[in-house]
């Protein structure tokens, strides 16, 4: 979690909108972390961060997070994921994602 806190410190310090996840050899997480980050850190993230774009780099396989995203809120609120398994390919898609800054 506080690896978590650490990037979304990131998010809005750069406030591009965008980030870029590097999981490879990522352990698993429990439960109770991936309820923390999708109804807690998620929300703070796109409205604190306005994080709009997400790239993903080498995931795990059980973690459908774009899944688990649109199923917790019913809806394709950002931000928006793409899945990568090389970070060149997650760097120029995110380079080609255009944020527009919400007014609220």
Same mark, same amino acid.
Request: charged share 20%; hydrophobic share 40%.
């Given at each position: ?40 850190? +998620? &929300? ?9 774009? !997400? %790239?993903?780099?080498?995931?795990? $396989? #059980? /973690? ?12 394709? +609120? &950002? ?9 060149? !390919? %997650?760097?120029?898609?995110?380079? $080609? #994602? /255009? ?6």
């Amino acid at each position: 979690m506080e690896a978590m806190n650490a990037l979304l410190c990131q998010i809005r310090s750069l406030g591009t909108g965008k980030t870029m996840a590097i999981l490879t050899n990522m352990e698993p997480i429990s439960q109770e972390e991936k309820h923390w980050i999708l109804t807690h850190w +998620l &929300p703070r993230a796109v409205v604190q961060g306005q994080c709009r774009y !997400a %790239a993903l780099v080498n995931p795990p $396989e #059980q /973690i459908d997070w774009q899944g688990e995203v649109t199923t917790r809120f019913y809806t394709s +609120l &950002p931000p928006d994921y793409a899945i990568f398994t090389d970070e060149t !390919a %997650a760097h120029k898609w995110l380079q $080609e #994602q /255009i944020v527009i800054q919400s007014r609220y």
